[in-house]
Nanobody, 127 residues
């Protein structure tokens, strides 16, 4: 059973930074594509970023490109999301997700491609 636990959310002023972490259980973490999604009140869950299993490829939504950076440490079974220049529009619950069969899913920005999800961490950006 895979478990994902996010941490690092909180309240920050516009222009500030936060670093989210997602710790995963499971012995094959290095084989998974990891993704970050977010969901604001009244909105659908949307793709934020993803990173391939060996970190060779990273992907970002246009809305966060240049401000957010995804990384992973396979030795620690952890994926990170460094968020800089935060805006009020970034306010949402942030979820990490694991695609344990990336060669099958063939997608990185579709929620249905991911088979395990964390509980989410709240990020609130004040203006």
């Amino acid at each position: 059973q895979v478990q994902l636990v996010e941490s690092g959310g909180g309240l920050v002023q516009a222009g500030g930074s936060l670093r989210l972490s997602c710790a995963a259980s499971g012995r094959t973490f290095s084989r998974w594509t990891m993704g970050w999604f977010r969901q604001a009140p009244g909105k659908e869950r949307e793709f934020v970023s993803a990173i391939s299993r060996s970190a060779d490829n990273t992907y970002y939504a246009d809305s966060v490109k240049g401000r957010f950076t995804v990384s992973r440490d396979n030795a620690k079974n952890t994926v990170y999301l460094q968020m800089n220049s935060l805006k009020p529009d970034d306010t949402a619950v942030y979820y990490c997700a694991a695609d344990t069969l990336p060669s099958v899913s063939g997608s990185y920005n579709f929620p249905g491609a991911y088979d395990y999800w964390g509980q989410g961490t709240q990020v609130t950006v004040s203006s």
